[in-house]
């Protein structure tokens, strides 16, 4: 018996939504080993067909012990974020549609989403209002779209022409990054032949230090990519943008700014003026998936000079239909760095729409309030040391040594309670909180405050919360 498509869809949507209502009370992250997983999910490819129905059921009864609770608000490692329920419904409907957002022939209604996302999003964000835009996978890909631009842009007006041409022979970029830049520059700078950057100095929070910047920048007038940040993965800094872009300027050099997470502070009035001076940059990156709360994958690019933008991402081939008749329409594989791709901008769509520009000035704020929260508390506990001023949703602190820190955050994890992770700050083992879900409240920073004032005095008992302690062990228990 073959199972109708609506069969397994609904099986698949009251899956979903008992998983999500059983985030509350599960671990955060699962008691369960990679081996225990491999036993579970590791069955033969079979030689027949399976029912969908059955196959759907088997790979969440399967997947479920491996599940962490990230989508929940008891969640605070990385910077994650979760799903709004609009966003996640989007989702699920972009994958029912099927669309391939690689041309607008191949789903009009696909294209012109994202048409209508740059300007939400250039209004939202304070950029330039003409500004491209490109929706890929993460702020990775984000940054090699941006570069590539960049890269095209700083060369053309050297009379040099990459796309043609490429690097060999060409004159020398030269790229200034900031010293606690994230990883995924040095990636996408390394994908596009550009080799290792140049490292400015940055000062205690993280911030790139914009007077050792100008001093690289000085005497030089060759072709230049200027890095900065907004919203240091550990502290949330930001670069002094600002007098960054001042400094590009006389230079002439590119300044693309991540803003991962950071770029959102733009659209909450109470945190805008951290992000002042981005509006002059000439990319931007930033992700979807983090702190706006769309499902994974959707990272965005966005680029003030469309035809550098494009020029170095489109294609051209015969049989592709570039236009809608007269009307010029777009086309998304001459933003991004991928042909055919899932439609990205719908979840986008529906989360801006379900908060609205106060839901995510109200988002930003309040995540950023819990932050705070949590900083002046934790800082009360015995033994703890705060390492960053608290200016957004990061929190960065430690204990009196490394293996004291660690041996903390490893109890608190255990604990099934809160779950974040351990980082390294100035050659110093630290912890990171990262308030980025939109279910993240007062409950779960208490909790969070809760978990680790037990787990510093070794104190194995509940402490306040026996009936999350009692769900979480029969959850535990129920686990593989
Ligand atoms: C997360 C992050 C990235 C990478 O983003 P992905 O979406 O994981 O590719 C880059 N920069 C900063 C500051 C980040 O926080």
Redesign the pocket.
């Known amino acids: 018996m073959v199972d109708s498509a609506r069969t397994v869809i609904e099986q698949a949507a009251a899956l979903a939504a008992a998983y999500l209502e059983s985030v509350g009370s599960r671990p955060v992250f699962p008691n369960v080993t990679a081996e225990q997983l491999r036993v579970a999910l590791g069955r033969p490819m079979p030689d027949a067909p399976l029912a969908p129905a059955e196959v759907v059921r088997d790979l969440a009864a399967a997947a479920d012990p491996g599940l962490v609770g990230s989508a929940g608000g008891r969640y605070f490692g990385?910077?994650i974020g979760g799903g709004l329920p609009a966003a996640l419904a989007a989702d699920w409907l972009t994958s029912a549609w099927d669309q391939n957002a690689g041309l607008y022939v191949a789903g009009p209604a696909a294209s012109v989403v994202e048409e209508v996302v740059r300007e939400w999003l250039v209004d939202l964000l304070g950029l330039p209002a003409d500004a491209s835009v490109g929706f890929v996978?993460?702020?990775?890909?984000?940054?090699v779209t941006g570069f590539a631009a960049a890269r095209f842009h700083v060369l053309d007006a050297a009379g040099w022409d990459v796309g043609r041409n490429g690097l060999q022979g060409a004159p020398r970029v030269r790229v200034l990054v900031g010293e606690k830049?994230?990883?995924?520059?040095d990636r996408a700078l390394r994908l596009l032949g550009l080799g290792a950057p140049t490292v400015v100095g940055a000062d205690g929070q993280g911030r790139m230090r914009s007077d050792a910047l100008a001093a690289q920048l000085a005497g030089h007038d060759g072709p230049t990519i200027v890095c900065a940040?907004?919203?240091?993965?550990n502290t949330g800094a930001f670069d002094p943008l600002e007098e960054i872009a001042e400094a590009c300027r006389p230079a002439g050099a590119w300044l693309h700014v991540?803003?991962?997470?950071?770029l959102w502070a733009a659209a909450a009035p109470a945190y805008r003026q951290l992000a002042a001076g981005a509006e002059r940059a000439d990319s931007w990156?930033t992700?979807a998936?983090?702190w706006l709360n769309v499902p994974?994958?959707s990272?965005i690019v966005l680029c003030a000079h469309p035809r550098s933008h494009r020029a170095a991402m489109t294609v051209h081939a015969e049989y592709l239909v570039q236009t809608d008749g007269a009307q010029p329409v777009r086309d998304q594989l001459d933003w991004v760095p991928e042909f055919s791709r899932r439609a990205r901008g719908f979840a986008v769509y529906a989360a801006l729409r379900s908060l609205g520009r106060s839901g995510v000035a109200e988002l930003v704020e309040r995540c950023c309030r819990h932050a705070r929260s949590f900083a002046d508390r934790i800082a009360t506990q015995p033994g703890v040391e705060l390492l960053n001023e608290v200016v957004l949703n990061q929190v960065l602190f430690r204990y009196e040594d490394d293996a004291r820190t660690d041996a903390v955050v490893e109890r608190v994890q255990r604990s099934g309670r809160v779950w974040l992770s351990g980082t390294s700050w100035d050659g110093r083992r630290a912890i990171r909180v990262s308030v980025s879900n939109w279910q993240t409240g007062d409950e779960e920073i208490d909790l969070a405050l809760e978990t680790f004032r037990a787990a510093a005095a070794g104190d194995t008992r509940s402490g306040g919360s026996s009936t999350l302690d009692e769900a979480l062990a029969r959850n535990r228990h129920g686990a593989r």
């Open positions: 990385f910077v996978t993460g702020t990775q890909m984000a940054h830049r994230h990883v995924t520059v940040q907004a919203g240091e993965v991540d803003g991962a997470f950071g990156t992700d998936h983090k994974y994958d990272g």
